[in-house]
C-alpha cells in the first residue's frame, strides 16, 4: 500500500509524517553572537537547512486509523537545498522512539523536541541535540509528557516553559525547560478539566474520533 503524506515531498518507509525545519543551524566553533548573526542572514547565503520528518511506526495504538505502512524508524533528517527546493537525506535515528507525532525547535539552541503519541500509555517529550554538520540526532532527555495520545508542542518566547497538549486525556500541561541545556524536564503546571476522572471513552471500543480495529484500517487503505 502506497504511503498516506500529508505534505508533497515523499518520505521513506512512512505513513504520515510531521516536518519540522531547522532552518538556523548554529555551528559549536562559532562564537554566538557570530552565529546569531549568521542566522539573520537571507535563506539564499545559509549553507545549510535541515527538514526532519517524524514517522508513525505504530498503528495499533493510535486514536486513529492512518493509511499506508508502518514505518521502520521513527525521525530522517534531510538537507535542504534552498536554491532549488531539493533534498538529501543525511541521517536516520536509530534509537527506537514510537511515534513521534509532533516536533519543536529550539529558535536559538541547535536542539529539536518531538512528542509519542499513544492512547494506551502517557506521551514521551523527547530532546534531540542536532549535530549542524551531519544531521545526526542525539537524544539528550525524555519526560513523561502526563498524559496519552501527546500531540503538540510549543515554546514561550523566553525559551523557559513548554507548553504540552495531551489529546486523549484532555489535558495541557507546562513543563520546565532547563535553561543551560535547553531539554525539557518537570511539570510545572496541569490543567485537566476532567479533574483526575478516567475517560469514558475508550480506545478498543467505538468512539466518535475513529474505530481503529482491523477492519476499519483495512478499509482505510
Not at 545559509?46 to 520528518?53: A, D, P, S, T
Not at 538537507?79 to 529550539?106: C, I, W, Y
Not at 495541557?172 to 541545556?181: A, E, L, R
Request: with cysteine; aromatic share 8%; proline share 5%.
Amino acid at each position: 500500500s502506497r504511503p498516506s503524506l500529508t505534505h508533497t515531498f515523499v518520505a521513506p518507509r512512512c505513513c504520515s509524517f510531521q516536518m519540522a525545519a531547522l532552518g538556523h543551524l548554529f555551528p559549536s566553533q562559532r562564537s554566538p553572537s557570530k552565529a546569531l548573526a549568521s542566522a539573520s542572514a537571507p535563506l539564499q547565503h545559509q549553507q545549510q537547512q535541515l527538514i526532519v520528518v517524524s514517522c508513525y511506526t505504530r498503528f495499533d495504538n493510535l486514536a486513529h486509523g492512518p493509511r499506508g505502512t508502518q514505518a521502520k524508524r521513527s525521525l530522517y533528517t534531510f538537507k535542504l537545498d534552498t536554491t532549488d527546493g531539493q533534498m538529501v537525506l543525511m541521517s536516520v535515528t536509530k534509537d527506537e522512539v514510537m511515534n513521534p507525532a509532533f516536533s519543536r525547535f529550539h529558535p536559538r539552541k541547535n536542539l529539536l523536541y518531538t512528542c509519542t503519541e499513544s492512547v494506551h500509555e502517557n506521551g514521551e517529550i523527547v530532546t534531540w541535540k542536532v549535530c549542524p554538520t551531519t544531521g545526526r540526532l542525539h537524544k539528550v532527555a525524555s519526560a513523561d509528557a502526563g498524559g496519552t495520545s501527546t500531540c503538540y508542542l510549543t515554546l514561550d518566547k523566553q525559551c523557559q516553559n513548554m507548553l504540552v497538549v495531551n489529546y486523549w486525556d484532555a489535558t495541557i500541561g507546562v513543563f520546565n525547560v532547563d535553561g543551560t541545556q535547553g531539554h525539557v524536564d518537570k511539570a510545572r503546571s496541569f490543567y485537566d478539566p476532567n479533574n483526575g476522572k478516567k475517560m469514558k471513552a475508550r480506545a478498543e471500543k467505538h468512539v466518535n474520533h475513529s474505530n481503529n480495529d482491523h477492519s476499519a484500517q483495512k478499509e482505510r487503505q
